[in-house]
């Protein structure tokens, strides 16, 4: 890759970089490729398959397993050795299949919706994913896109970049492809007018570019790790981790204590270290990072088929803990098929004039076209033949409106469109009957604000129109030029509401989620759309109201004002931060860049697939079309993936461990070990296969009512009490075991495992409702996972694998015994879930606080 790409001159750096302004042949990229890995910062970028694969077996319990059984291979036991390699290789398996492929397939349903470069291959443009880019490759940029790597300019048109991820600037800055600045610029964050760096963003203009730098060699891909935070720990990541921990400490004990008994009994050494690492294993819930990433995946390829993407699996479990929704305006609550109805003059009179400044200036501005943009060039086309563009401000929704400077060859004017607000701040004259000036006096001013604000209650939107003649000498435009305009007059846009918004937020607000409106629009516009919609505007809030406002002040009004109006990108942001703080999970649905800085910042980003690029990269979840009813589907989703987690943990931390922990008690007064080391694993293994079926689980209604948010504490809880219930139980088995049937060694072991087991794994039924279990049907596959580990493990000592794993026959009358012990089993669990949903953890909703909707 050249050095100093930024300040030789172009021809130079073509040559060095082996590419021409035509760009790369798809050989000689595909060549490159290989060469520089793909465009993307490593950060992000996956380990190879087989060191996924191999990773897994450096925990550290199954290395000591294995380095055990090792030892005990080596005093004479090379069965016992056989069957740990072969279980601990079947279990490492089973959890990396089912998590790489859930992995894989989130991974394709986030490719169609990566963001897209245009880019010269055999000399023709294509839209290639960014990371397929390799330097040499030319690239097309325009206004809304993200720049895709470290790239000189070869041609660039009014070209203004936002380098705020790079240098925390957040006013664009003018770019231009003239020969590049020398010195190279120190710090390499985008000072070089001649370059634009990956992690910019592109607000206005167009530009031919060639690629420099890729991947880690980019200045942003330099940078990762200080400026890329990754992001933030979602509440229930940090839940799970804080629940491994817990499990964590109860299993270093327990394995000390069975360890220090054994030892203390003089029983042999070797035996009881496999013993205590083998209930070790059994206790860890390992498969829990592969149930998450499973459920979670499967949550995610069910939302596909309701076209909605998830690109962070994270934002699955957020979206299902939302409680607060904040959305834009245009095209969630309206159709966004905009039509101009009305170009009028400051007497209210139409006006050609005013459609044809209207006109000049979207046809010549070169940021993204906004729908408002588009309407104007619909209404009817004009021939500007004449006409050229010299210089252009662009847009950008702090200033609310766009300047382009024109001229026909004899006049020469500056054409300015933007919020009527603001522009008519910026005038000092209106323009008359036959185009004559007039000041704008007082009173002038007072009746254009009311026939804008009567356009406003009957709900069109409006632009307003002002010009400015300017000098031969003028030969570029600035922000000072937009004062002492001559105010045309109105452009009027009808933005009819969406049939279907008030349905959604119908239920969302039923489902427990608030929805907020955010839009840069003003008030007026949107009350009418409220009132069109039904829905009832509980407070309203406006840009300059939110800009006196301190944060207490503002928290203490977002349960009841449900509209936000003429607010920046960066009062967006604001409200949903203060939102946040105040407890809330919060979601935010927009489609444009002043959208992004806000969908990055709430805990569930959404956006579309055809929003600008910032916009697009910053949410978590991207709808394949706009529309407010999938989110609540979404939300539904997201909720089951929860409770389905959930369940799998209930499961894990009652009776599994439940089992465990009698197990170590049992070693106190045994004389021999309750189960062989082998057994134990085999035991983890078959339950481990029972839970395959968890993320298929159905989800009832009721349990998907509310925002679901992870709670431990419950877990904790629901840990404490059914784990005594159990082990109590155990103990009673341990007796009848050995003194209704006498049990010796072996037998003991035996009854004991398939006793454990099928308790283990039946309880499901039990935990996966709060219903009683025979009124809610689990899910086909789970039930059958379920109920073959049981019958496996009931069949497995009967059978010639038995001596293998120290198994003997069982009397017939141990299975009356054991299907006795099972049915007593399940109806004392049942009768504890049912008292401890009652009194001891009632629906966690219940006590929250009210948030109005
Ligand atoms: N192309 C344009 N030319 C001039 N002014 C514009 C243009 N686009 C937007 N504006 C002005 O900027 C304001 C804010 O833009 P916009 O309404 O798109 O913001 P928003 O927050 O995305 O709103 P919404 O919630 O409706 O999507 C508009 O109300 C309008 O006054
Ligand atoms: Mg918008």
């Known amino acids: 890759m050249p050095d100093g790409f930024q300040d030789r001159p172009l021809a130079d750096l073509l040559a060095a970089l082996d590419t021409t302004s035509a760009g790369l042949s798809r050989a000689e990229a595909d060549g490159r490729r290989r060469r520089y890995g793909p465009n993307r910062p490593s950060a992000h970028r996956r380990r190879p398959l087989w060191l996924e694969f191999l990773a897994r077996f450096l925990n550290p319990l199954v290395l000591i397993l294995l380095f055990a059984s090792g030892l005990s291979a080596a005093t004479g036991n090379v069965a016992s050795f056989v069957i740990v390699i072969a279980m601990v290789v079947l279990s490492v398996t089973l959890d990396f299949v089912q998590e790489m492929r859930a992995e894989t397939a989130v991974e394709a349903l986030r490719r169609t919706v990566a963001v897209r470069a245009q880019v010269r291959r055999d000399g023709v443009e294509v839209s290639e994913p960014v990371d397929q880019l390799v330097p040499g490759d030319v690239v097309r940029l325009a206004a809304g896109d993200l720049v895709p ?21 957040p006013y664009p800055v003018e770019k231009h492809a003239d020969t590049p600045a020398a010195p190279a610029p120190a710090g390499d964050r985008g000072e070089a007018p001649g370059t634009v760096l990956m992690g910019t963003s592109v607000i206005s203009g167009s530009a031919i570019a060639v690629v420099c730098r890729t991947g880690d060699a980019t200045a942003f891909g330099r940078l990762s790790g200080t400026l890329q935070a990754p992001p933030p720990t979602t509440a229930f990541e940090l839940g799970i981790r804080r629940f491994g921990f817990l499990i964590l400490r109860l299993t270093i004990f327990l394995v000390l204590f069975v360890l220090t008994v054994n030892v203390l009994f003089h029983r042999p050494w070797l035996d009881s270290l496999m013993f205590a ?33 998830v690109k962070r699996l994270a934002a699955m479990h957020n979206i299902g803990a939302m409680d607060v929704l904040c959305t834009d305006k245009t095209g969630t609550l309206t159709e966004a098929a905009i039509h101009m109805v009305r170009h009028l003059d400051a007497r209210g009179g139409e006006s050609d004039r005013v459609f044809r400044l209207a006109y000049l200036n979207s046809r010549f501005e070169s940021g993204i076209k906004s729908p408002l943009d588009e309407a104007i060039l619909a209404f009817r086309s004009l021939d500007l033949s004449g006409w050229r563009k010299i210089d252009e401000v662009p847009f950008d929704f702090e200033r609310r409106r766009v300047s382009v400077l024109v001229t026909d060859g004899a006049e020469r004017l500056l054409v300015v469109k933007g919020a009527p607000e603001d522009v008519l701040r910026q005038s000092t004259h209106y323009e008359g009957e036959g185009g004559v000036e ?42 000072g030029d937009e004062s ?56 309203l809030i406006t840009g300059d109201e939110l800009q006196a406002m301190g944060e207490e002040a503002l928290r203490a009004r977002l349960a009841d004002v449900n509209v936000f109006c003429r607010v920046t990108p960066a009062q967006k942001e604001r409200v949903l931060l203060a939102c946040k703080r105040s407890g809330r999970v919060v979601g935010y649905l927009g489609d444009g860049i002043n959208d992004a800085s806000a969908i990055h910042a709430a805990d569930v ?22 529309d407010l009813s999938v989110v609540h589907e979404a939300v539904m989703e997201g909720r089951r993936t929860v409770q389905n987690v959930t369940k799998y943990i209930l499961m894990g931390s009652s009776s599994n461990f439940g089992n465990m922990f009698s197990m170590a008690g049992a070693s106190l007064f ?74 010796g060694e072996a037998l003991f072991q035996t009854g004991w495992f398939v006793e454990s087991l099928a308790t283990q794994v039946l309880v499901i039924f039990v935990i996966r409702t709060r219903r009683s279990p025979w009124s809610s049907r689990p899910n086909p596959v789970l039930a059958a996972l379920t109920l073959g580990a049981a019958a496996i493990g009931a069949l497995l000592p009967l059978t010639p694998l038995a001596p293998f794993f120290g198994f003997v026959a069982p009397p017939p009358s141990f299975y009356l015994f054991l299907a006795a012990a099972v049915v007593t089993y399940l109806a004392l669990v049942e009768t504890v879930k049912r008292v401890f949903f009652r009194h001891i953890a009632p629906r966690p909703d219940a006590g929250r606080r009210a948030l109005r909707h």
């Open 484 to 539: 002492e305009l001559s105010f045309a007059g109105y452009a009027v846009f009808l933005d009819p509401p969406k049939a279907s918004a008030m349905a959604a937020i119908r239920a969302l607000t039923g489902a427990g989620v608030a929805v907020r409106i955010l839009t840069g629009d003003n008030e007026r516009v949107t009350r009418h759309v409220c009132a069109e919609l039904g829905l009832p505007v509980t407070g």
């Open 670 to 743: 045994l004389p021999f070990l309750p189960m062989l080391p082998t057994q134990v694993l085999l035991n983890n293994l078959l339950y481990d296969a029972s839970e395959a079926g968890v993320p298929l689980d159905e989800v009832e209604a009721e349990a998907l009512a509310r925002p679901v948010q992870w709670d431990l504490r419950l877990i904790q809880r629901f840990m404490l009490v059914l784990g005594p219930v159990s082990s109590l139980f155990d103990f009673l088995t341990f007796y009848a075991l050995l003194h209704l049937f006498d049990a």
């Open 605 to 626: 980003g959404i956006s579309v697939d055809s929003a600008a690029d910032v916009a697009k990269e910053a949410a978590g979840i991207i709808l394949l079309d706009q």
């Open 277 to 309: 690492l083998a209930l070790a294993v059994g206790l860890t819930p390992e498969l829990l990072p592969m149930i998450v990433t499973v459920t979670l995946a499967r949550g995610a390829m069910r939302l596909a088929e309701r076209r909605v993407i």
């Open 438 to 479: 007039l000041p704008l006096d007082p009173a002038a001013r007072a009746r254009l604000g009311a026939q804008f604000e009567a356009l406003g209650e009957d709900g069109f939107r409006v632009l307003a129109i002002a010009s400015r003649a300017m000098g031969p000498e003028h030969v570029s435009a600035a922000l």
């Open 149 to 169: 790597a470290d790239c000189r300019l070869i041609e660039a048109r009014d070209l203004f970049v936002n380098q705020a991820m790079l240098t925390g600037e």
